[in-house]
């Protein structure tokens, strides 16, 4: 069965500076994977996605990962936060089955400082 | 990508009681999902609602508690039935945005249920 595990459930970091969110998943098919951002009383917005195309993905707002498949990682970067990038992030997978349903990470709460 | 209209947006509700929330999507999808976020937790899926056959329900959720109807391609609603406080959640519907799951997937805004 399929999971995802995001390691960290809080980060902060100082506004300008990296950020770095991880995830490791496991699954038996060819995943794929997508990162979900939530903000305060707002709904789910799809940042990026990965579908055994690139294995590093661009997504909205400067955002992107980097599949790995030997490290069954998917973790998350920006060069440079903002402080419009605190809320909560949640990785998830989605087996190409016939129940297309997806799974999701426990999130993690970013935090950023100015 | 799919638009969802996702209603009531919240409501506070007495325990005992039910409460209909009702998904509105503005193309024709095969299958729609439901999810519930407990407060501080990530989202947990409880049915897959088709199109002209009986909900999927995940393993603890069952659909006395949870009746699920989909009446066209568009339109899905999902009832949470004699509430109790632990079920004060947000509750959301889901569906792909394209084609096939490597789309990804369009969420409703939620409604966020108080139980009192």
């Not at chain 2, 989202?43 to 659909?63: H, P």
């Not at chain 2, 009832?79 to 945005?97: F, G, H, K, Q, R």
Request: charged residues 15%; aromatic residues 10%; hydrophobic residues 35%.
């Amino acid at each position: 069965a399929q999971s995802v595990t995001q390691l960290d459930s809080h980060v902060s970091v100082s506004e300008g500076t990296p950020v770095l969110l991880r995830c490791n998943y496991s699954s038996s098919y060819s995943p794929s994977l997508f990162w979900y951002v939530q903000h305060p009383n707002k709904g789910l917005q799809l940042l990026l996605k990965y579908t055994s195309a690139a294995t590093l993905v661009k997504g909205i707002n400067g955002f992107e990962a980097e599949f790995k498949k030997s490290e069954t990682s998917f973790h998350l970067t920006k060069p440079s936060a903002h402080m419009s990038d605190a809320a909560e992030y949640f990785c998830v997978v989605s087996e190409v089955d016939s129940s297309y349903k997806l799974i999701f990470g426990s999130g993690t709460r970013l935090l950023v400082r100015p | 990508s799919a638009v969802i209209s996702q209603k009531p947006s919240r409501d506070i509700c007495q325990r005992g009681t039910s409460l209909t929330i009702q998904c509105q999507v503005d193309s024709q999808v095969t299958m729609m999902f439901w999810y519930r976020q407990q407060p501080g937790q990530s989202l947990t899926l409880i049915a897959t609602a088709n199109q002209g056959s009986e909900a999927t329900y995940e393993s603890g959720f069952v659909i006395d508690k949870f009746p699920i109807s989909r009446p066209n391609l568009t339109f899905s609603t999902l009832t949470v039935s004699n509430m109790s406080p632990e079920d004060s959640s947000i509750y959301l519907c889901s569906v792909a945005a394209g084609p096939t799951a490597n789309y990804g997937y369009t969420f409703g805004s939620g409604t966020r249920l108080t139980v009192v």
